[in-house]
């Protein structure tokens, strides 16, 4: 059975930090990328950063770049999302994901182009 276990939400004041943990499990973890999504009340999920375990190449939302961190330990099953500068505009619920790629990870269309969803953390920044 395929798991994500996304953890590590929680309220942070503006300028503070927070790591999210995505713990995959049940698929062959070298083979994915793995992808993080956030969704704000009221607004449509987007993809914030996805990272390919298979070559280690990393993509930012342009909302987050210089911001925020991707980073796995293959060793562990679990992807890394370092948050750092956090902002009011990061109030969402954070989600991960696995995919084949992370070509659509903006892409709402395609679902952006996970295959495998977990439960989200809330990450609430206060202003």
């Known amino acids: 059975e395929v798991q994500l276990q996304a953890s590590g939400g929680g309220l942070v004041q503006a300028g503070g930090s927070l790591r999210l943990s995505c713990a995959a499990s049940?698929?062959?973890?070298?083979?994915?990328?793995i992808g993080w999504f956030r969704q704000a009340p009221g607004k449509e999920r987007e993809g914030v950063s996805c990272?390919?375990?298979?070559?280690?190449?990393?993509y930012y939302a342009d909302s987050v770049k210089g911001r925020f961190t991707i980073s796995s330990d293959n060793a562990k099953n679990t992807v890394y999302l370092q948050m750092d500068s956090l902002k009011p505009e990061d109030t969402a619920v954070y989600y991960c994901?696995?995919?084949?790629?992370?070509?659509?990870?903006?892409?709402?269309?395609?679902?952006?182009?996970?295959?495998?969803w977990g439960k989200g953390t809330l990450v609430t920044v206060s202003s």
């Open positions: 994901a696995a995919g084949g790629d992370c070509s659509r990870f903006q892409d709402s269309g395609y679902y952006y182009g996970m295959d495998y």
């Open positions: 049940g698929f062959t973890f070298d083979d994915y990328a």
């Open positions: 990272i390919s375990n298979y070559d280690g190449s990393t």
